[in-house]
């Protein structure tokens, strides 16, 4: 949050963090992890020009865990949806478009997943799935 607090400060955007209470501690490479959310929340930054709001939930879904990611930015065309994980493909006039690709396989070598649902004109979700960790006897 503090690599994007000052950026969301500047659009005003509000940022919501709610962690559910229990959540197991993740077995993941924390600095990979803080870039596959560096890049998610710099694309919906990206996606706001003034105020609007990204949320970021925690909790436990099933046996999972699940990291939500939701922002009131422009959205994504659904033309463009199932091409957003091919490197190099990017909708923005500045973008290297490797962001999404990198969010996939860094959650992909974690054993996780990333899903993004989008309206244009509404907003983006995306939504991380983490395994469980590991029971250790």
Known sequence: MALVSGEAKKKQVEVAVAIAPGLPALEA??????????????????????EGKISIDASTRK????????D?????EQTDLPRIYDPYFTSKPAGSGLGLA???KIMEAHGG???VQSVVGKGTTVLLTFPPPRKHI
């Open 72 to 76: 009131t930015g422009a959205g994504i």
């Open 29 to 50: 490479d924390p600095d990979r992890i803080k870039q596959v959310l560096l890049n998610i929340l710099l694309n919906s930054l990206a996606a706001m020009n003034k």
């Open 113 to 115: 997943s990333v899903e």
């Open 102 to 104: 990198v969010v996939q």
């Open 63 to 70: 046996d999972n865990i699940a990291v939500v990611i939701t």
